[in-house]
């Protein structure tokens, strides 16, 4: 539907004032005199001037608006649930330079929420389906693809080709590396996450007109939390249309920051219940972390993410290493009929999905739960994929000294792929 108002412009006029324009035309918003344009970035195609018509007739966004879109450089580091959303309306909204870095490969669980892909993407890399569906839906713009993992080895070198950093992402070291990388290169990042039914987005290292900079995501979360506190989507669950809302916010940020329009939502957080769609904006007020970042670190290791998570310290603050047992020794022992217990640490809806007839402990009633758990047999703890029960190990272990715990390697998805291929998973 077209609504007839003032605002209204003809497209004739458009063209006029289009050409009106020339290289001395100042970019709004943050490209103000950081970067040197090619003229055919400082103007409209007739194309794109049909293309974008509905911006153009903004009086607030206008020509000045759009030309600053198409000379951006925005990179998205993640192409999945926030990822998705976000380049899409970004790649519509005509940035001009789009950069998607994501290694990982599309599944069927991704389809769920990460409406870049289709079933025909199962198994291709993310970051090159992504361009391939963005390329159809707006041509005129470049999309650059990177496929290898962000380090802290690349991570400057990337991000420096790029004016804004939306962060898809949904691990704790890869979040902390985006923010110093940003903070080290003068670079704003719009943040976004997600976990069950509640989103949170945020604008960190914004520079102010007067040149001081706004909070860093260091300023919100000074301290990574213990890994194991803190689940992931694939561990916690996500609704499938939260992260189409926070990530369709987070790329209403770039837009804003790109073309000078709005207030950039720096300093403060928006916390977002999809539940009662309740909103909440909280101020984060700079603690002076800034300063403190000089150096991108071991971002695995801050977060105390091991490298061999097979492996910890025992109460001499001795290396050990942790038992396990691969889906065919367990399948053997089921069998043979041995004598062992088999304990489910997952949620109990994860357990109404599939199970290996084990016996349900959640994670989060294991510490009031320790005597359920045999010391006088062999004890096989499984989860999903091996990391919770891996966790709940390691911590019997240490805090309870048992000796004859087995972590299940790749959990119930592995006995699904190796040995029943027939069982449902998620």
Not at 176 to 192: I, R, S
Not at 205 to 225: E, I, T
């Amino acid at each position: 539907m077209v609504f007839a108002t003032p605002a209204r412009i003809k497209i004739k006029e458009l063209y006029k004032r289009c050409n009106a324009y020339t290289d001395g035309y100042p970019a709004l918003g943050i490209f103000s005199n950081t970067r040197t344009f090619d003229t055919d970035m400082n103007t409209l195609t007739n194309e794109e001037i049909k293309r974008y018509g509905r911006h153009l007739v903004l009086e607030e966004f206008g020509i000045n608006g759009q030309q600053s879109l198409k000379r951006a450089r925005v990179l998205v580091v993640g192409a999945g649930g926030l990822g998705s959303p976000s380049l899409l309306y970004l790649a519509a909204a005509g940035v001009g330079t789009l950069g998607i870095a994501d290694f990982d490969t599309v599944d069927l669980s991704n389809l769920q929420r990460q409406v870049l892909f289709t079933t025909d993407d199962i198994g291709r890399n993310k970051a090159m389906a992504a361009a391939e569906r963005l390329q159809r839906l707006n041509p005129t713009i470049t999309l650059h693809t990177h496929t290898t993992r962000i380090t802290a080895a690349n991570a400057l070198e990337l991000i420096a080709a790029y004016d804004v950093v939306l962060d898809g992402t949904d691990n704790f070291p890869t979040r902390y590396l985006l923010n110093d990388a940003c903070v080290l290169l003068d670079k704003p990042l719009v943040y976004g996450s997600i976990l069950r039914f509640e989103g949170q987005l945020a604008v960190f290292n914004w520079r102010y007109a007067d040149g001081h900079y706004s909070a860093n995501y260091r300023d919100l979360f000074p301290v990574p939390p213990d890994p194991a506190s803190v689940p992931n989507c694939e561990q916690a669950g996500v609704l499938g249309v939260l992260p189409g809302m926070i990530g369709s916010m987070q790329a209403n940020e770039v837009i804003k920051i790109i073309s000078g329009v709005g207030e950039p939502l720096a300093d403060r957080l928006l916390l977002l219940e999809s539940t009662t769609m309740r909103q909440q904006v909280i101020r984060i007020k700079p603690q002076g972390t800034r300063g403190s970042i000089k150096h991108l670190l071991d971002y695995d290791e801050f977060c105390g993410i091991s490298a061999d998570k097979s492996k910890s310290l025992d109460v001499n603050n001795q290396e050990h290493t942790m038992k396990e047992v691969t889906v065919q020794e367990l399948k053997e022992m089921i069998d043979s009929g041995a004598d062992f217990q088999l304990i489910d640490v997952r949620e109990p809806h994860e357990f109404d999905i599939c199970n290996l007839q084990g016996e349900l402990i959640p994670q989060a009633d294991v510490p009031h739960s320790v005597d359920r758990i045999s010391k006088d047999k062999k004890v096989v703890i499984h989860c999903r994929s091996g990391a919770r029960s891996g966790n709940m190990v390691q911590w019997l272990e240490k805090n309870h000294g048992f000796t004859n715990l087995y972590n299940l390697q790749g959990g119930i998805l592995a006995w699904a792929r190796e040995i029943d291929p027939e069982m449902p998973t998620y």
